[in-house]
């Protein structure tokens, strides 16, 4: 995927679409049904939700990714086809310009990009590695991201659909841990 300079929500989404397709091109074929941390999903699932809600919002919108891949046969190669699709819309389109109505009022599709689904795919990229015994590691980049994510929706973090309540980490718990405990997520 690109990473163009020139247009800022393109290169944040490939910042967090490129890792996650790391991750998931690395997961045996089975694992894909082992259970996630997120309630009654496996890693299959996950996959399917990103790319589920990500098509949801951009259709929503008008906007066209293509026909949608197939997540059973193959959850990394319906991502290898999903995200080239999303990049490819953000590179050659003024899609991240686009306004709407947004949850918090009006916004653009690029906002929404880097303030939700950026963030979503880090932290789902991390619920899939757990399932799967792979690389849970966030860089202080992805640590960032996630951290103005849980300050910029504050108690709607905590809507139905989002995230579990948060969690009370280990004292001298890791950055990372912290932040992932405010998410509903247990990583010690």
């Avoid at 996950?46 to 997540?71: M, N, S």
């Avoid at 809507?159 to 912290?178: E, F, H, I, K, N």
Wanted: net charge negative; with cysteine.
């Amino acid at each position: 995927m690109s990473q163009s300079t020139e247009n800022p929500t393109a290169a944040r989404y490939a910042a967090g679409a490129t890792p996650l397709a790391a991750v998931l091109d690395a997961v045996p074929a089975d694992r894909w049904a082992r259970p996630s941390p997120c309630e009654g999903w496996t890693a299959r699932d996950v996959v399917r939700h990103l790319i589920e809600t990500q098509r949801d919002f951009f259709t929503g919108r008008g906007l066209d990714l293509g026909p949608a891949p197939d997540l059973d046969a193959d959850p990394a190669a319906a991502w290898r086809g999903h995200g080239p699709a999303v990049q490819d819309l953000l590179d050659r389109t003024q899609a991240g310009e686009l306004a709407y109505d947004g949850y918090f009022g009006p916004t653009t599709v690029g906002r929404t990009l880097v303030d939700f689904y950026v963030p979503d795919m880090v932290v789902h990229r991390w619920d899939v590695a757990v399932a799967v015994d792979g690389d849970t590691r966030l860089t202080d980049d992805e640590l960032d991201r996630l951290e103005s994510a849980i300050e910029a929706w504050g108690p709607a973090m905590y809507s139905d659909g989002v995230c579990q309540a948060a969690l009370t980490p280990p004292d001298g718990a890791s950055r990372q841990v912290r932040l992932l405990a405010r998410m509903g997520r247990r990583g010690w």
